[in-house]
């Protein structure tokens, strides 16, 4: 194996131009692996190449296209953080709801684990998730402002007020502990399942801390899949061995999981959004076909439609 060395911004452009890259403006080019980083960026000449297999462009490739491709995903990625975090605000202010008005809105009241599942296998996690949000408490009761306010002047910190403080993963993992008959509630308030509400929670979780890291997000795939649903049949996608080949552990699979529990509002500002980057950036490249990047985005060339169904 190659021992991976430092290179200078004109070692970089010179690696790159032996690839078969076109660049057309060097010293443009040195300003933006400067920024960015040849490493981020070199991250993004998958669709450019001329096979999976193959370390060279193809014939064109340009720096500027590779380079578009590099903002494109910059872009859709702060709007998928964006909606993530929309939709961590609204599971907060309905689980703290939901559960307030049942248990109480004292610790004492709403983390005893007489609320939670009495299921035997999931005993231990309950432990462990109360003790998460207990440590939670200890924690922002001294540094975190609305949560020492109620600590100092009334003695407990409500469960609408913790919210603001859990992380998304310790949301996501409270819904799994949760007695049947809330979860239900909860699903219901979005028309989904339990099952697939828990699913969509930990699969948007792990988006989130995706887009915060600035991680590749456009081709991302998950190890989770979600279930095959009416939007699937719905838009004709596909499918290869019986399976759908879009939409089950893609960014499309996002997209579909941001139409269930966004508003109708919400989702269609944030999918005219991405359109209008899809549109730009197939304005932007010229090597290969805009339906190559949809594919690996896992997008049908029909995708809008789910905005209407």
Known sequence: MELKTFKTLEEQVQILRSKNMVINDEHYAKEVLLRENYFFLHGYRYPFLKSKDDRFYINGTTFEELYSLFLFDRTVRNLIFKNVLIIENNVKSIFSYQLSKKYGYKEKDYLNPKN??????????????????????????????????????????????????LSFGIVCELYTILKKEDK???????????????????ILSNYRNLCA????????????????NIYHEELNIPKMDAEYIYGKNDLFAVIIIFKVLLTDDSFRLMLKEIEYEIEKLDGRIDSIPIEKILDRMGFPTNYMDIIDL
Do not use: C
Request: charged share 30%.
């Open 184 to 202: 239900i509630e909860i699903a219901d308030i979005f028309n989904t399942t339990p099952e697939d509400l828990s699913n969509y929670l930990i």
């Open 116 to 165: 939670f599942t009495n299921d035997h296998d999931k005993k231990r996690r309950v432990k462990d998730v109360l003790e998460k949000m207990k440590r939670q408490i200890r924690i922002n009761s001294l540094h975190h402002n609305a949560t020492a306010h109620y600590a100092n002047s009334y003695g407990y910190i409500p469960l609408w007020v913790l919210v603001k403080v």
């Open 213 to 228: 890291h600035e991680d590749i997000v456009y081709e991302n795939k998950t190890e989770r899949y979600i279930e095959d």
